[in-house]
C-alpha cells in the first residue's frame, strides 16, 4: 500500500510539475523597431522545440506587433495568421489588411509559424526539382514519385534540423498560447484566413478559455479524411468553373461570350496537349484564376489569348511537409490507394479534373513515415466562446461545405456568415463582410447570416 501511495503521490507531483512548466510564465519579449516596416515592432518568442519537453531545448520564433494607434480605447491583442502554410504572419500583422478602427483599438500581433519567415524556415523547393509527375499513370509512375518524395524528405529534413519534426499545428497552437503569456494578456482575439483557421481551431480546442474573439475565414476542415480532402476540394473547383461559365454567358466582357463555355474549355485542353505546360499547366492556371477570381484571365486561357501562370507562396512547397503532412491522414501507400482517391477527384470534378491544392498536396505527403502529428478529428471546442466562421460560397481552395461541417460540428460555438460570392478569403470582398468581422471583433456583436455577392 505505501508503495502505492508513492506511487500515486509521485504520479501527482509529475502531473504538477509538467501543468507548471507549460503555465509558467514566458520570457518577456524584447520589442525593437522592425528594420523594414517602421511602423512596426519585432522580436522574438522564446519556446521549446518539442512541447512534450518544456525543459528540453529551445528555439525563437519571430513575432511583430502594431500597436493600438488609440491606446485608451484598446481592447487587447488580435493575433493573426494569413495562412498557406508558409506566409509570414508578422508581416501580416504590420499589413494594410485590417481597418483603421481595427488598427486603432487592438495590438495586432503575428507570430511567423514554425518552419516559416523568421521562424527556422524551411528552405527546400530546390529539392524537388526533377519531380515525377504528381498524376502517375502506373504502378511504375508511382514508384517514381514514392522514391523521389522519401529523397526529398530524407535531405530536407537533414537541411531544416529538428525543426522539420515539430512543425504541426498543435505545437503552432502552443506557440501562441505561449506568446498571450508573454505578451501578459488574459485572452487574446485571433484572425486566421485559410491554413491559419487551423491552427486557430487547435488553439480553440487546447485553450478555449483564452479565446476572446475568433474568426476563421476560409476555413480548412480538421476533420476530414483523404478522401473528402481531395474530393471535397475537386468539387469545389467544379463549381467556381461553373460560376465563371455562368459570368461569361451573361457578360459581354467574356471573349467566350456567346459560346458553349464548357465545350471550348475541353477543345482549350485538347490544344494545350501540344503547347508548353500542357494540358495539366492550362487546369493549374485556370484553377488560379478561378481562385481570384480573374474571371478576365480565364477567359484569356481557355481562349488561347494568354499563357501566363501563377505560384504559390515560395515557402509553401517545403512547410506542407512539415505541417499539412502532419495534421491530415493522407498516407497513399501504394498506387491502388492513389487510383481510388484519383477516381473520387475525378468523380466529383468531371471540370477540372480535380483541384490542383488538393491533389498536390496530397502527392507531396506520399512517403510521408507513420501517423500524423496532430491528425484530423472531429472539432471539440466547448470551452471557447462564439467563433465567427466566414466563407465565400463558391471558394475553390476552401470549399464552402467545410463552413458549414465546422458549424455542424459545433452549433453552440460558432456562427457562419457566407458571402455569397466568388473567391478566396471572403474578408476584404465587400463593405458587408468588413463591418460584420469588425463589429464581432471590436463589441462581439453577432454576424449577419450572409452577405450579397459583389459583382
Not at 515525377?132 to 514514392?146: C, K, N, V
Not at 477570381?293 to 501563377?310: E, M, N, S, V
Not at 490507394?337 to 466529383?348: I, K, S, T, V
Request: net charge neutral; charged share 25%.
Amino acid at each position: 500500500m505505501r508503495r502505492a501511495l508513492a506511487t500515486s503521490v509521485a504520479a501527482v507531483v509529475l502531473v504538477q510539475s509538467a501543468v507548471t512548466a507549460h503555465a509558467e510564465p514566458e520570457r518577456p519579449i524584447v520589442w525593437a523597431a522592425c528594420q523594414d516596416n517602421p511602423e512596426g515592432e519585432c522580436g522574438t518568442l522564446n519556446v521549446p522545440l518539442d512541447w512534450n519537453k518544456p525543459n528540453g531545448r529551445r528555439i525563437d520564433i519571430a513575432i511583430a506587433r502594431h500597436a493600438a494607434t488609440d491606446p485608451a480605447r484598446r481592447v487587447g491583442v488580435l493575433m493573426v495568421d494569413p495562412g498557406g502554410p508558409g506566409g509570414s504572419a508578422a508581416e501580416f500583422a504590420l499589413s494594410g489588411l485590417f481597418s483603421p478602427e481595427v488598427r486603432a483599438r487592438f495590438d495586432i500581433v503575428g507570430i511567423d509559424s514554425r518552419g516559416t519567415g523568421n521562424s527556422l524556415a524551411l528552405r527546400c523547393a530546390d529539392l524537388m526539382d526533377g519531380q515525377p509527375s504528381t498524376y502517375p499513370q502506373d504502378e511504375a509512375g508511382f514508384a517514381a514519385l514514392l522514391t523521389h518524395n522519401k529523397n526529398v524528405l530524407e535531405k530536407c529534413r537533414a537541411r531544416s534540423g529538428p525543426i522539420f519534426d515539430h512543425a504541426d499545428s498543435a505545437a503552432i497552437a502552443r506557440d501562441m498560447d505561449a506568446a498571450r503569456r508573454a505578451l501578459g494578456e488574459r485572452k487574446i482575439s485571433y484572425f486566421g484566413l485559410s491554413y491559419g483557421t487551423v491552427f486557430g481551431q487547435m488553439y480553440a480546442e487546447r485553450f478555449g478559455g483564452k479565446v476572446r474573439a475568433m474568426v476563421l475565414d476560409s476555413v480548412v476542415d480538421h476533420s476530414v479524411d483523404a478522401r473528402r480532402f481531395v474530393g471535397d476540394r475537386a468539387a469545389a473547383a467544379d463549381d467556381s468553373f461553373r460560376e465563371f461559365a455562368n459570368w461569361c454567358q451573361s457578360s459581354t466582357d467574356c471573349v467566350l461570350h456567346g459560346q458553349d463555355v464548357r465545350a471550348a474549355w475541353e477543345a482549350a485542353l485538347v490544344r494545350a496537349d501540344g503547347e508548353p505546360g500542357g494540358r495539366q499547366g492550362l487546369i493549374d492556371s485556370t484553377y488560379f484564376a478561378l481562385r481570384g477570381p480573374d474571371w478576365l484571365w480565364a477567359a484569356d486561357l481557355i481562349a488561347g489569348r494568354t499563357l501566363r501562370t501563377q505560384a504559390f507562396e515560395p515557402n509553401y512547397e517545403s512547410v506542407r511537409l512539415a505541417t499539412v503532412c502532419q495534421d491530415f491522414s493522407l498516407r497513399v501507400r501504394n498506387f491502388r490507394d492513389y487510383e481510388r482517391l484519383r477516381a473520387e477527384e475525378l468523380r466529383r470534378s468531371p471540370i477540372m479534373r480535380g483541384n490542383l491544392l488538393g491533389h498536390d498536396e496530397t502527392a507531396a505527403c506520399i512517403g510521408v513515415p507513420g501517423p500524423p502529428a496532430s491528425p484530423p478529428h472531429r472539432l471539440d471546442i466547448g470551452d471557447a466562446p462564439k467563433i465567427m466562421v466566414l466563407s465565400a460560397k463558391h471558394d475553390p481552395t476552401t470549399p464552402y461545405e467545410w463552413a458549414v461541417n465546422i458549424q455542424r460540428q459545433a452549433p453552440r460555438n460558432t456562427a457562419l456568415l457566407t458571402y455569397e460570392g466568388w473567391g478566396h478569403i471572403a474578408y476584404p470582398r465587400s463593405a458587408c463582410t468588413r463591418a460584420n468581422v469588425d463589429a464581432y471583433l471590436l463589441d462581439l456583436t453577432t454576424p449577419a447570416v450572409s452577405c450579397p455577392a459583389v459583382p
